[in-house]
């Protein structure tokens, strides 16, 4: 079984790069296949160097278009029978894997979330990421720990089937919505997590919230 890990990148030159080694150490049959989405400080011509050494996969976005944009470009490409969404920021552990794949190769779901568990004290996005949640909850009456977790891994049928819209970092709840509306079963495997802050590069500010919790609203009415 292979397993191809879809990183978007948008100017994460201080940690792509690392990331990216501790998703190789993975001890799994994997392609890794990095979505630049117009990268402007130095983070193209990392991941261009690293694809000179065989190393991954890469295709460039001319201009920033999104996260959402960049996984459905990762998704075009992904050959693996899994397709796990990576951050390029350092806030998860690659190691994780191992047990978010196990559930789907098991048989026993076609789709597994993270849910992000820290011992550093929980910042504002968190609390939000809380928020968002619980609004879920309420609309799908589906029992979602974590809506924006750093972890959504399918099978490259069920990611293919969804026929996802949003190109921005609302694509999270956009995926919640319609698997929870078709009533797939979801397993939620906790994950490490290790937040980092506006000042460190956080990229998802209070409007996305807002977005977030309209895009919730909109797949619950539409029919």
Known sequence: MKI????PVYNEAKTVGEVIRRVEEVNINKEIIAVDDGSTDGSFDILEQLTSESRIKLIRHDKNSGKGAAIKTGLKTAEGDIVIIQDADLETDPQDYYELIKPIISGETKAVFGYRTSKKPMSIYWWGGKI???ITRLLYLGN?????????????DLWQSLNL???RFQICEEITAKLLKRKEKIIQVPT???PRTKK?????GFKDGFISLWTLLKYRLIK
């Open 4 to 7: 191809s890990i879809i990183i």
């Open 132 to 134: 968002v949640s619980f």
């Open 200 to 204: 460190e590069g956080k990229k998802i």
């Open 165 to 167: 819209q949003s190109n």
């Open 144 to 156: 979602i720990k974590d809506v924006n977790n750093g972890y959504k891994v399918m099978t490259r």
């Open 192 to 194: 490490q997590y290790f």
